[in-house]
C-alpha cells in the first residue's frame, strides 16, 4: 500500500469507530494521524509525544519495540491525540482497520474508563520506573491491551478465535512463555484473548482446571498455575459482559495484575520443575527474581 492509500483506510477506520461505538468523548478533528517507516517510528513516537503528551516516560526497550514491528501506537493527549502507524508491516492492507480500531480505543479507554479521567494519570504512568505500583502497571498493560483487542476484533473481525481454528497449541505455547525473568504480559494477554473470544469461552474456561488441557503437570505448581488461570479468565470474562466493559477502577485492576503475578509465579517453578531442577534450587531461583524486580 502507498500512503496514499493508507491515509485513505485510516479516515474511513476513524469514520467506521464514530458509527461504531458509543459516547465518544472526543471529535474527528482531535485525532491526528502520522505515519513512518519502522526505521523512523522512534523518533516521530518522540516527536508526537513532545506535542500531545510531553510527560510520557519513554523507555530503550519501547523504542526497540517501535523499531521492530509495532504495528501502531497511540499517543493520548489531553485535548487532541495522535496515532501512529507504521508503514512496512505483514499484511497491512488487511489489518488496517482493526490496527486503527485498536488504537483509537487506547483512546476511548483513556478518555472514559475512570469518570474522564485516564487511569495511568491517577495511579501512575504504568511503568515502575516512576515508583509506580508494580501489580498496578502488570494489571494495567494486561488489561489496555486485552479491551482494546476485544473490542478491536468483536467491531472489526468476523472469524473465530484461534480454539475454533484449532490451534490450542498456539495458546498454550504462549502460556508456557509466562515465566520469571522476561516481559511475558503480551503473551499472557494473547492467551486470554483468544480464549475470551472463542464461541463458547464458558466451557474452555472451565476446563482450564483439568490437567493437560492447557496446562501440563500435576502437583501444587501446576494446580495453582490453573488456578490463577482460570481466576483470571473468570474475571476478564465477567468484565467483558457488562454494558460498558471498558469501565475500570483500582480494585480491578489490582486483582488482574495479583492474578496474573501469582500465575507466572507458579508457571515458572512448574517450567523449573519440569526441566528437573530441585525444590531447594527453585527457592533460590524465585528469591534472585523477585529481588531483581525490585531492584529494577
Given amino acids: ?5 493508507i491515509r485513505e483506510r485510516a479516515d474511513k477506520a476513524l469514520k467506521y469507530f464514530f458509527e461504531t461505538m458509543p459516547d465518544i ?15 523512523r517510528m522512534a523518533a516521530r513516537y518522540k516527536a508526537l509525544c513532545a506535542s500531545y503528551r510531553p ?28 496515532i501512529l502507524i507504521c508503514t512496512k508491516q505483514p499484511l497491512l492492507k488487511a489489518n488496517i482497520r482493526r490496527i486503527i480500531f485498536h488504537e483509537l480505543m487506547h483512546i476511548y479507554c483513556a ?3 475512570t469518570d474522564g479521567e485516564h487511569f495511568v494519570d491517577i495511579y501512575g ?11 498496578l502497571c502488570d494489571g494495567y498493560f494486561i488489561w489496555s491491551e486485552f479491551i482494546a483487542d476485544y473490542i478491536s476484533y468483536e467491531k472489526t473481525e468476523s472469524g473465530k478465535s484461534v480454539f475454533e481454528y484449532g490451534c490450542r497449541d498456539d495458546v498454550i505455547r504462549c502460556i508456557d512463555e509466562v515465566v520469571m525473568g522476561i516481559d511475558s504480559r503480551r503473551d499472557f494477554e494473547w492467551a486470554c484473548l483468544n480464549i475470551l473470544t472463542a464461541t463458547e469461552p464458558e466451557k474452555i474456561i472451565a476446563r482450564i482446571i483439568e490437567p493437560g488441557y492447557i496446562i501440563s503437570g500435576g502437583g501444587g505448581y501446576a494446580d495453582n498455575a490453573r488456578k490463577q488461570l482460570n481466576a483470571c479468565l473468570q474475571l476478564l470474562y465477567k ?13 480491578f485492576i ?14 515458572t517453578m512448574l517450567r523449573l520443575e519440569q526441566m528437573g531442577v530441585k525444590d531447594e534450587a527453585l527457592r533460590a531461583f524465585m528469591g534472585q527474581s523477585q529481588n531483581g524486580a525490585r531492584e529494577t
Fill in 1 to 5: 500500500m502507498n500512503l496514499t492509500e
Fill in 25 to 39: 468523548p472526543f471529535g474527528m478533528d482531535d485525532i491526528i494521524f502520522d505515519f513512518a517507516p519502522p526505521t
Fill in 55 to 82: 510527560k510520557e516516560i519513554i523507555l530503550p526497550e519501547h523504542e526497540e519495540q517501535l523499531a521492530n514491528g509495532t504495528g501502531g501506537q497511540a499517543i493520548i493527549g489531553e485535548g487532541k491525540s495522535a
Fill in 111 to 113: 478518555k472514559t474508563e
Fill in 125 to 135: 504512568s504504568g511503568s515502575p520506573y516512576d515508583g509506580s505500583d508494580e501489580i
Fill in 239 to 251: 468484565q467483558t459482559q457488562k454494558e460498558k466493559p471498558w469501565k475500570i477502577n483500582e480494585g
Fill in 254 to 267: 489490582t486483582d488482574l495484575g495479583e492474578y496474573y503475578t501469582d500465575f507466572k509465579t507458579s508457571n
